[in-house]
């Protein structure tokens, strides 16, 4: 079996290093032979060597959306971002449930919300409700958390007013509308509302959702952003362990 060159990784289809993506994307412009060859000239500019449409039809009408194959030549080196630290170690629900007695002597107040106008609730009930994820209890199955989840289109004001009240030590929030960059327009205008009521040093924010990274979730000001495939137990783990490191670091 051949082995994989770390410093040189580049897409796997048929065998190793050959390089072949799949894509998908839509051209504003009428379903139509020149359609196609738009596409084709396109993901050659993108760089793609040896493209094919492997599927096009009209998305409405002036629109045409396109499956595309073509070959990546670039690679990347794999081996250089080892040790970067984004890979965490997850504790198991009785893992963090031990740790949270050790470390933290009380129950975790945590207040999440999808927010703005946002409807999709499936995420946030994925990480808050008992029945949870991926056969995972969500936080509210945990003797350790106190959860208070506040559903779907819930204004910034509402959660942050809730956060206050129960004194929460951690803010969670879903976004999963990212049209016109919906979902920076929401996390941003929490994170302001947060720093303005001088709350920002007491409590921790992380957001999550499907377009959510780590690093956008920082950038924009959170401690922590989670993506798909978020189990609960993540998300417990990195709040008991950010509480235990804030209460030993206040002394
Ligand atoms: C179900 C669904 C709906 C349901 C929502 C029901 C509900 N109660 O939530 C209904 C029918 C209401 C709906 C409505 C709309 N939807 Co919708 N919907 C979906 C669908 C099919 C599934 C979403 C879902 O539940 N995923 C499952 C959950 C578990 O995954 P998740 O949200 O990613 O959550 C995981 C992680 O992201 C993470 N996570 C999420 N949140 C959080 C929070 C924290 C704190 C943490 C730690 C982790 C975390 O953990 C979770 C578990 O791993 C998706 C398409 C798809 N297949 O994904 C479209 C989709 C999300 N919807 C979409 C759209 C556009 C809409 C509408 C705007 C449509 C319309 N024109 O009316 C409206 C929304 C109106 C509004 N005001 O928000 C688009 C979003 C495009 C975009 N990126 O902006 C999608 C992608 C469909 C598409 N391909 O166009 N929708």
Do not use: W
């Not at 020149?34 to 094919?52: I, N, S, T």
């Not at 499956?67 to 963090?96: N, P, T």
């Not at 933290?104 to 808050?128: E, F």
């Not at 979902?183 to 920002?200: D, F, Q």
Request: glycine share 10%; aromatic share 8%.
């Amino acid at each position: 079996m051949r082995e994989v060159d770390l410093t040189a990784v580049r897409p796997y289809a048929d065998h190793l290093g050959d390089g072949l993506v799949q894509m998908s994307f839509t051209l504003p412009v009428p379903y139509s032979l020149a359609a196609r060859k738009a596409a084709l000239e396109l993901a050659g500019r993108m760089g793609f060597e040896e493209p094919e449409v492997v599927h096009y039809e009209q998305l409405t009408e002036g629109y045409t959306y396109f499956v595309m194959y073509g070959r990546c030549v670039q690679s990347v080196d794999f081996e250089a971002l080892q040790g970067e630290g984004f890979d965490i170690e997850y504790m198991s629900e009785d893992e963090i449930e031990r740790f949270a007695e050790e470390h933290l002597h009380r129950k975790v107040v945590v207040v999440g919300a999808s927010t703005g106008s946002d409807t999709h609730s499936v995420g946030i009930d994925a990480m808050l409700n008992l029945k949870g994820y991926h056969g995972h209890h969500g936080l509210e199955g945990y003797r350790s958390f106190e959860t208070h989840n506040l559903g779907s289109q819930v204004p910034n004001s509402v959660l942050l007013a809730k956060a206050i009240e129960v004194g929460a030590d951690a803010i969670l929030v879903s976004q999963t509308v990212t049209q016109q960059n919906l979902h920076v327009h929401n996390l941003t205008e929490l994170v302001e509302m947060v720093e303005a009521e001088g709350r920002r040093g007491d409590m921790i924010l992380a957001c999550g959702g499907p377009r959510v990274s780590n690093e956008l979730a920082k950038e924009l000001g959170y401690d922590a952003g989670f993506s798909k495939g978020t189990e609960p137990q993540h998300l417990a783990t990195f709040i008991v362990r950010e509480l235990a490191a804030r209460v030993a670091s206040s002394g």
